[in-house]
């Protein structure tokens, strides 16, 4: 009988693990990053987080496509005005610039494959890439304020 308990209450602890796991808003994706839940004027995505020096440098390097409502949120150390840019990145993207308070700074359209820099046009914080076109038609602009950034992890 004492066997029998244990086993239920290892089920029974193993089950509110998974449970507590499942209701937490950074996740992992197929690739090992850490994923976020934001929202931007009621628009709601999943971000891949880019907080290390090695996740930045790679960013959306490599890969053909990108789901709709998925990005990528990079996390800067400190904030300055970075710059990005599209080498070795296939599809076409926008990103915004947002500051340490959350709140979008400005938005920029990137050409695939380009060595273009695109630079933030003050001190941000975050870089948050989206398919190209992805802000304009959920009618985003700067001023507006990212929902759920702060709990992405410290930038490196």
């Known amino acids: 009988m004492q066997l029998h308990t244990t086993y ?12 507590c796991a499942s209701q937490s808003r950074v996740t992992f ?6 994923r976020l839940e934001l929202s931007i004027g009621g628009q709601k995505l999943e971000a891949e987080v880019a907080a290390t ?11 053909n496509r990108l789901a709709d409502n998925h990005g990528m949120l990079f996390v800067f150390p ?3 005005a970075y ?21 979008i700074i400005n938005i ?14 003050k001190p ?16 985003i602009t700067p001023g507006k304020y990212v929902n759920g950034i702060e709990k992405a992890p410290a930038g490196q």
């Open 8 to 19: 239920h209450f290892f089920c029974v602890l193993i089950l509110a693990t998974a449970v």
């Open 124 to 139: 941000i914080r975050y870089g948050l890439e989206m398919n190209a076109g992805w802000f304009d038609r959920k009618k």
């Open 78 to 80: 400190e904030e300055h």
């Open 29 to 34: 994706s197929q690739t090992d990053s850490p």
């Open 108 to 121: 920029v359209d990137m050409k695939p494959d380009s060595q273009d820099f695109h630079c933030a046009s």
């Open 53 to 63: 020096p090695d996740a930045r440098d790679q960013g959306l390097m490599g890969r």
């Open 83 to 103: 710059c990005m840019w599209m080498q070795n990145t296939h599809i076409p993207l926008s990103v915004a610039f947002i500051n340490a308070k959350g709140v």
